[in-house]
Structures are given as structure tokens and as C-alpha cells.
């Protein structure tokens, strides 16, 4: 018999357990985290029936055969809540509160034509499914309707263009999916989008939240990848052309991108690829004595138009510390060394760095960052701690289930900042944090641009149980008001969903939402579209 766990778990469901380094880390930081919070361990269940009439039901029937509408409690109840950390405590307690009334898996985009057609004109929400990964509460249902999932059947490749070197692909196809498929084309190729979901997110989820993947500073995000797509609203198809670049009004590429299923369903996208040459790859690996001697690296670097690498990470003193001692090097002869040399644990910076493509320009563009790292009390250490992490880089989402198991409240947040602001940013930031109780945050940066980066934090506290709802809405609360008022942006890749919603006007200004406001109301006139407090629209 299916559980909530069956549902909550991240990914393929595997479980996985703390390390005894982890486990001792938690205890030097937290003290005793012996408590536990409830697994989810208990049966599925859930009290709202769907709304839908027989007439309803048997009309989604027709459209996409009755194989593909399905109104049970597993289905209805994984289609209710993606990864957010709220809908994981929701889960874990049994509670259900914005299902959708069916699933359905439409099998073309004929298909999609009909059901928004169908759902528009007797005013049935629609919420857009794809891997199930979001973390901005993108995925409810708080007026009912149908959840419309691409997964089951519009998850192929349609056509590789050598030529021009990108692929079409159906917006249901998981991440490893195509690029497996690219990998095992005759020309070889590669998507050059892995964001840390990559195994359980789809192209679609990619798109329409505007998505970055490890190796963005050098691939760019999606924004930068999408030449074209095939999209279904309220009103109509719209499919875009895949020109390299064109001076026509509007791009309304960049109008889909960032939707977040609020204005119709991507059904296609086509966007660029590369050639696929792992052997051609450049590794380096540096520690730094300071945060600002990292990010100064990173800055050079983008800067100097010498070209850019395609992995380009530092962890900050915290997270470089909590490296150290869950992978057994703290105390160790070469931390030993490092401290000798002055590069002081509470201080010190990992930086990963990898540049693919053609072997010359890779072995070319780490040269020089080598040289602006020395310039910066940057010390080389090698390719094989970036090659390491590159091999479990999708593995620390597994932790999240471990740790909330232990009573851990554990997420992330992301931001954009420019260059002049970071600084100060990640300083209030962890100002924030530390003024918190019993709380550790760990920062890195991710992508980078020649005007400024991500910031990305991470952060785990003891759970305040019976208040472990309310305790985290405050503490994220605040600290997306530090970040905002630091200049930072509310998303640089996560997107924007119902979570930070609230923050849009003050963001973006009156008009600027207005705006926005105009172009739903054009796309969806009847608010069928993910309605219900996403991106501020309603």
C-alpha cells in the first residue's frame, strides 16, 4: 500500500542515510538531534472529492482516452505538491490541502489544443506538470481543475538539426533522457543544462521557470538557450521560429520563459546544443584565503574576455568548512598544511572550476585563471576535487528526507546580485542567519556573468516542533527581506511560484506587475492557467 513517503521522497524514492561525518557535524553545530519528525509512514488519504461533473470526466475521456484521466487519491495527491519545504511537512503529517480534481496525460499536442480549449470555455483551472520538482509551490491547485502531465507521452526527441546544431524535443522529456539521446547521436552532443534536479525535471520545468544549470557560466541559462517554442494558451497556438536573432517587436520567447504555467502550456522547445567532447575537459581546484579573494577571481575572470569556463563555483567559509569536516579532511596533514600556510578554517574558500569544448581553449582559459588566482592568494590543488564533486553533484538533495527524518528544517534560496552589491549582500545576509538561533547557512556561487552572480544559500536548524509550519515562514520571510534589500533579485534560476509571490510589486514596481497583469489577461482571459496567487497576477 502507497504512503505519503512513497510520494514525498525526492527523485526515484531511493532512501538514503546520514554519514557518521554528517551525523557528527549535526551534533558539534545543534547538540543533541536525536528528536525525530514523522516520515510520512501513513497511508494515503485524502478528504476534498473531485469537483469535476461525470459530464466533465467523460468530455477529458474523450480528448485523451479514458487511459489518460485519472481522478484516485495517488494520483491526485502526488500532483498536489512539489518540493517545496512546506509541502514536504504537509506530507509528512498526511494533509492534502489544494489537490487537483484529475490528472491528465495528454498524448500530442493536438491534445493540449483540446483540452485548453475544452477547460477555457467551462472555466476548469489547469495546472502544467512536469518532474515534480519544484520548489516555489507551483504545482497546487488551490481552485481545483485539472493537472495536465507531459511526462507519459510527450517526452521524445522530435528532430536533431546538425546543421544548426540544436534539437527539438517535447517538453515532457526528463533531463538524462535527452541527453542520453545526444550523447548517443552519430555527432555526439550534449544539452549543457544540469541543474542540480537535472535527473527528476524535464525540459519543459526547465523553460517556463527559466533554469540554470552547473555549467551556466559557460552554456548560459535557458533564457539563453531556447531559440524557439511551440506553446498552447487560452487564446490560441503560438510557435515561435528559431532564428539566431531577429528584430520583430516583442521576443514572446522571453514572454513563455519565466511563466511559469500561467499563460499556457509549452508543449516544444527548441534550443541549442554542443558537441559532446568530455575528454577535451579542463579541470582546476583552488582554495582561497578569503571570500572577497574568491569572488575577485571570479570577477577577473569574467571580465578580462579571455573567454569562460563552464563550471565556475566557490563555496563561502562556511560551506567550504562543513566540506571539509563531512569528507574526513578536517585535521587532517594537508588541512594541517593549508593552515600553515595561512589558509585559515572560518575563512577560507573552495573554488571548483571546468572548461569543455575545444581542448586548446580549454586548457587556454584555465591557464589564465590560475595566473588572476595567484594574484588573489589563490592556491591551486589540482582537477581531482572538482572532478570528485562533479561526480556526486546531484547527490545532496538526497540528504533533505535523512535530515528532516532527524527534525532538521532544511531549504535553499537563490539570488541574483550584481557585482558592486554581493558583497555587502552576503554579509547581511549571514548577519541575518547568525542573529537566528541554533542555525548554520552555507553560501556558494554558481554562476557568473561579467556584471555579477548567484548567490545560493543553504540553510539547516533544528526544527521547533509544533511551531515547525510557522517558524520557517518567519525565518524565510526574513530572510528574503535581507536579500531584497541587500539588491538582490527574488530568482535567479528556482523561479517565482506562489512562494515569492508577495515580493513581486515591491520588486518590480507598480507598473512593471501591471504590465505583466496585461499580458495574462490577453493570453488567459478566464484565469484558467495555474490560477491562485502565482507571480503575484491575482
Known sequence: MNSFRDILKWGDKREQTLEASMTKMLHTRFGDVASSYPKG???????????????????????????????????????????????????????????????????????????????????????????????TRGLEAPLGGISVDLTRHLNKVVYINITNQTVTVQAGMYGPALEKALNEHAEGYTCGHFPQSFEFSTVGGWAVTKGAGQMSTGYGKMEDMVLGLKVVTPVGEIETKDF?????????????????????????????????RPKNTSFASFVFKSFDDAVNTMRITMQSEFGFPHLFRISDPEETDIAFKTKGFDESFGDKVLQTLGYKSGKRCLM???????????????????GIASGNNGLHIGGKPTRKWLEQRYESAYLRDPLMDKGIMTDTLETAVSWANLSGLWKNARAYAEAQPNTLMMVHIS????NGANLYFTFLSPMQMGNEYDSYILFHKGLVDTLVKSGGSLSHHHGVGRVMA?????????????????????????????????????
Open 41 to 135: 509512514d501513513i497511508p494515503l488519504n485524502i478528504t476534498k472529492p473531485s469537483a469535476l461533473t461525470q459530464d466533465q470526466v467523460l468530455a477529458l475521456f474523450d480528448i485523451v482516452g479514458a487511459e489518460n484521466v485519472n481522478t484516485e487519491p495517488y494520483a491526485r495527491i502526488t500532483h498536489s505538491y512539489g518540493k517545496y519545504y512546506t509541502d514536504l511537512l504537509y506530507m509528512r503529517n498526511g494533509v492534502v490541502t489544494n489537490p487537483p480534481d484529475a490528472v491528465v496525460y495528454p498524448r500530442t499536442h493536438t491534445d493540449v489544443v483540446k483540452l485548453i480549449a475544452y477547460c477555457n470555455a467551462h472555466k476548469i483551472p489547469i495546472i502544467p506538470f512536469g518532474g515534480n520538482s519544484s520548489v
Open 244 to 276: 539566431p536573432r531577429s528584430a520583430q517587436g516583442w521576443d514572446l520567447n522571453h514572454t513563455f520563459l519565466g511563466s511559469e504555467g500561467t499563460l499556457g502550456i509549452v508543449t516544444e522547445v527548441t534550443m541549442k546544443i554542443r558537441k559532446f
Open 352 to 370: 571548483f572550476v571546468a572548461c569543455e569544448g575545444d581542448a586548446a581553449h580549454a586548457r587556454f582559459v584555465i591557464r589564465k585563471i590560475k
Open 447 to 450: 554562476h557568473v556573468y561579467e
Open 502 to 538: 508577495p515580493w513581486m510589486q515591491e520588486v518590480l514596481g507598480k507598473n512593471y506587475l501591471d504590465a505583466l497583469k496585461a499580458i495574462k489577461l490577453h493570453f488567459d482571459p478566464n484565469n484558467i492557467m495555474n490560477p491562485g496567487q502565482m507571480l503575484g497576477l491575482d
